[in-house]
């Protein structure tokens, strides 16, 4: 069912048992948004454990908005990511705290690759942000994982890095 307005989102949530209008499940998502966040590109590549952290943070990231919100959004793409940065040394500005022959490096860059369920990884994206840079200019790297879910809110598209069910930035 699509909820046009509130009065007949609130009338939804209660039919389902949910008075404080508040979402506890991927089914109510489903039933109350007709999103299937199973269909989601990249669902089925995750873990078990991924995929109900997936669910939580949709549950979660949804109950943080309006009625209103909700039903114009949906989690477009998700993927266990592996994200490596490309660091080039470079000179400290006046306010870094440097002690003798400590180095300073910058972020120059980034390679996105996704880690499936089976270990398979897939290159997502890679970004510079100055032109004429490659991952060959890198004389350091670091590396990060987490669950990166991007979400189309309307016309805006926008992504977090997911930390937990209820911790995302």
């Not at 508040?22 to 995929?51: H, P």
């Not at 952290?53 to 989690?75: E, I, Q």
Request: glycine letters at 4%; one cysteine or more; aromatic letters at 12%.
């Amino acid at each position: 069912m699509e909820i046009e307005d509130y009065s007949k989102a609130c009338a939804a949530y209660r039919a389902r048992g949910l008075k404080d209008y508040q979402l506890r499940s991927k089914e109510d998502v489903k039933t109350l948004y007709m999103v299937d966040i199973e269909k989601t590109n990249g669902y089925l590549d995750l873990t078990e454990e991924n995929k109900k952290l997936f669910a939580g943070h949709v549950v979660n990231a949804m109950n943080t908005c309006s009625m209103k919100t909700r039903a114009k959004m949906h989690p477009a793409e998700v993927h266990y990511v592996k994200e490596i940065e490309f660091l080039r040394e470079c000179e400290p500005s006046q306010e870094d705290e440097v002690k003798p022959g400590q180095k300073i490096y910058e972020h120059f860059g980034s390679k996105l690759i996704a880690i499936k369920a089976d270990g398979e990884e897939q290159e997502l994206k890679k970004y510079f942000f100055q032109d004429g840079l490659t991952e060959n200019d890198a004389v350091k790297t670091t590396e990060k994982k987490y669950l990166r879910v991007d979400w189309e809110i309307g016309s805006e598209k926008t992504w977090y890095h997911v930390i937990t069910e209820k911790i995302w930035y």
